[in-house]
C-alpha cells in the first residue's frame, strides 16, 4: 500500500469503496509492527539507503489507524477461482520478503513449493516484475506485478494480472495499464520524494534497487 | 559448551566443487588451499553432475553455483552448464584467466538459451597489479582484467568479488576505487561484493589462524536462529560425496553423506569458520 509513491493515505479510501481483499505485504507487516525498517532484504548499502528513505517517508504519511489496519490483514489468502485453488502472498508462501524472479524460480523449485503448499495456483509479488511460468503438472505461478512502479522496461505503464476460470483451465493475463504518471511525478516532486523515484516514474527504467536483480533481469535493465 | 546446531530449513542452492581443488593459481589467501597440485577433491565429471542435478531437481533446489578450484579447468564445464541450465539458474565462480573471448561468446550463448539466469563471479584482490598479485600471483591483475573485459565484451556482466585481504576494501571509498576501476574498463553498471576471510587453509599460514575464543556457542542463536547461515539452506557436492557448504571441503567431518537425501538433517556449528560466517553475516546472495 505504499512504499515508493507519494500519500499511502489515498489508498485507503479506494481499497475501502471497492471492497478490495489485501494481504500483508513487509511493508504493512513492517508497519503495523513499529518496525525501524521495511526489511525489503537488500542487501547493497545504496539500496537500503532509498528503501529507508521511502520507508521514513511511508511511516510518517500513515495514521496510526491505518497502520493498525495494515496489522489485522493476512499474510495469505486462499481463493476458489471455478476448480482452482488459488494462494495469494506477498512474497512467497516461505517468506514475506523472498523474491520471486523468473529467471531464478526454475520449474522444479516451483512445483516443490505448490506440493508444500497444496494449491493449483501461486499469486506472488515483492519483486515489481511480472511473469506467469504454467508448470509440466498444468498448475500456475505468477508474479501478478505492481501498480505503483513501472517494471523497468522503459515504459511507463504499470501492471496487474487478471486470472478467471475458463473452460481450458486458469486464464492468466497480464495487462499494461497506463496511469497519469506526470501528475504523479509532481505530486513526488511537491512531497519532496527522490528526484531518482521521479526519474523512474518518468522513464520507466528503475534507478535504485537494482543489486537484487538477477543477471538475466539486470540484463535487460538501463541502470 | 556444547556448539549450536543448524537445520536445513530447504535446501535452495545447491553447490558444485566442479574444478576439485586445482587451480592454476595459488592464492595466499585461498582458504581451500588449491593449487595445481592439490589433488585432494579431483574434478566432477559430467556425468557425476547431472546425477545431483536430478536429485536436486525432485528435492526443489532453486539455484546452483560453480566452484574450485579453477571451474574452466573441467574440460566438461560448458556442457555441465548447459545439463544445469535446462533445471534452474547457475553462478559460476572463476579466478577469470580461462575467459578467452571464444570461451565468452559461448557462454552468452549458453546464457540466451536458457530461461533461467547465468551468472558470473570474478575473483580480484586489488584495484592495481601492486595490490593484487602478492595475493593472486605475479602478472594474474591485467590477465584477469583482461577476463573480464572479455565477458563484458560478450554482453555478460560479472560481479566482482573482492575479499577483505585487500586493505581498505569494505569502507565505501575502497568500493568506490573498484568502482572507478571497473567503470574506465566500459562497465558502465558495476558489481561488486566483498567477501570476508576465512582463516583457514592458505590463509592461517598468511594472517594467522583462528583463536580460540572464535567460536559458536550455545545460547548465542539471534532471534531468528541460524537461519541467516548459508547451510540452512545449502549443500556442497565434491567428486567425494556431499558437504554441508562450501566452506568446509576440506573438513573431513564436514562430510555429511553421499546422496543430498542423507545430508538433510541437522549440523553442528563446531568449526571456527562458522564463527565468521555468523559474525560477517555471509551469504552466497548478491
Ligand atoms: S582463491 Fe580461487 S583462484 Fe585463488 S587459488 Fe583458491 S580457488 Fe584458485
Ligand atoms: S562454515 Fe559457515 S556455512 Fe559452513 S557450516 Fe559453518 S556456518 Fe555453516
Redesign the interface.
Known amino acids: 500500500m505504499g512504499a515508493f509513491g507519494p500519500n499511502p493515505e489515498k489508498v485507503r479510501p479506494l481499497l475501502a469503496q471497492g471492497q478490495v481483499l489485501a494481504i500483508q505485504g513487509n511493508y504493512e507487516e513492517s508497519l503495523a509492527a513499529g518496525r525501524e525498517d521495511c526489511n525489503c532484504g537488500y ?1 547493497d ?1 545504496r539500496d537500503n539507503h532509498f528503501a529507508e528513505i521511502s520507508y521514513r517517508y511511508t511511516e510518517r504519511n500513515c495514521s496510526p489507524e491505518f497502520k493498525a489496519w495494515m496489522g489485522t490483514l493476512p499474510q495469505r489468502r486462499r481463493v476458489r477461482v471455478g476448480e482452482h485453488e488459488l494462494l495469494l502472498v506477498h512474497g512467497s508462501p ?1 517468506r514475506i520478503n523472498e523474491f520471486l ?9 516451483l ?3 505448490l506440493d508444500q503448499n497444496r494449491c493449483d495456483a501461486l499469486l506472488a509479488t515483492h519483486t515489481g516484475l511480472h511473469w506467469h511460468r504454467r508448470l509440466p503438472s498444468g498448475r500456475d505461478v505468477i508474479n501478478v506485478g505492481v501498480i505503483g512502479r513501472p517494471a523497468n522496461d522503459g515504459q511507463t505503464h504499470v501492471w496487474y494480472s487478471m486470472i478467471e476460470a475458463r473452460e481450458e483451465g486458469l486464464g492468466v493475463e497480464l495487462v499494461p495499464l497506463a496511469y497519469d504518471h506526470l501528475g504523479l511525478a509532481a505530486e513526488m516532486r511537491s512531497e519532496g520524494l527522490p528526484e531518482e523515484f521521479v526519474e523512474t516514474v518518468l522513464t520507466g527504467w528503475w534507478t535504485t534497487c ?3 536483480l ?6 535487460a ?1 538501463r ?1 | 559448551m556444547s556448539s549450536p546446531e543448524v537445520a536445513l530449513q530447504s535446501l535452495d542452492t545447491l553447490w558444485f566443487q566442479v574444478g576439485g581443488t586445482v587451480c592454476n593459481l595459488a592464492c595466499t589467501h585461498c582458504f581451500v588451499s588449491c593449487s595445481p597440485t592439490n589433488h585432494t577433491h579431483e574434478m566432477l565429471a559430467l556425468a557425476e553432475v547431472r546425477r545431483y542435478l536430478d536429485e536436486a531437481a525432485r528435492l526443489g533446489v532453486r539455484e546452483y553455483y560453480f566452484t574450485g578450484g579453477e571451474p574452466f579447468l573441467n574440460p566438461e564445464m560448458e556442457t555441465i552448464l548447459a545439463a544445469t541450465l535446462e533445471v534452474g539458474p547457475a553462478t559460476v565462480l572463476t579466478n577469470g584467466l580461462l575467459l578467452d573471448p571464444g570461451r565468452c561468446a559461448r557462454l552468452k550463448a549458453l546464457a540466451d538459451a536458457s530461461d533461467y539466469s547465468l551468472d558470473f563471479r570474478v575473483s580480484l584482490d586489488g584495484w592495481d597489479a601492486t595490490s593484487n598479485d602478492p595475493i593472486r600471483g605475479e602478472g594474474t591483475f591485467e590477465r584477469i582484467l583482461a577476463g573480464i573485459r572479455n565477458l563484458h565484451a560478450a554482453g555478460l556482466n560479472p560481479v566482482i568479488t573482492v575479499t577483505e585481504v585487500c586493505e581498505g576494501t569494505a569502507g565505501d571509498a575502497g568500493k568506490e576505487r573498484f568502482f572507478t576501476l571497473l567503470r574506465s574498463l566500459g562497465i558502465e553498471r558495476p558489481r561488486l561484493k566483498i567477501l570476508p576471510v576465512f582463516r583457514i587453509g592458505a590463509e592461517a599460514e598468511r594472517g594467522g589462524a583462528y583463536e580460540s575464543w572464535q567460536r559458536l556457542r550455545e545460547g548465542e542463536a539471534p532471534d531468528g536462529g541460524w537461519d541467516h547461515l548459508q547451510c540452512s539452506s545449502c549443500r556442497m557436492v565434491t567428486d567425494q560425496g556431499v558437504w554441508v557448504c562450501p566452506i568446509l571441503v576440506n573438513e573431513p567431518e564436514a562430510k555429511m553423506g553421499e546422496t543430498l537425501a542423507d545430508t538433510l538433517g541437522d549440523f553442528p556449528l563446531e568449526h571456527p569458520a562458522c564463527w565468521t560466517c555468523h559474525v560477517y553475516g555471509v551469504s552466497c546472495r548478491t
Open positions: 542487501t548499502p516461505r524472479f523468473h529467471s531464478t524460480s526454475p520449474v522444479p523449485f512445483e516443490v513449493l537494482l543489486e537484487i538477477p543477471a538475466r533481469e539486470r540484463a535493465s541502470f
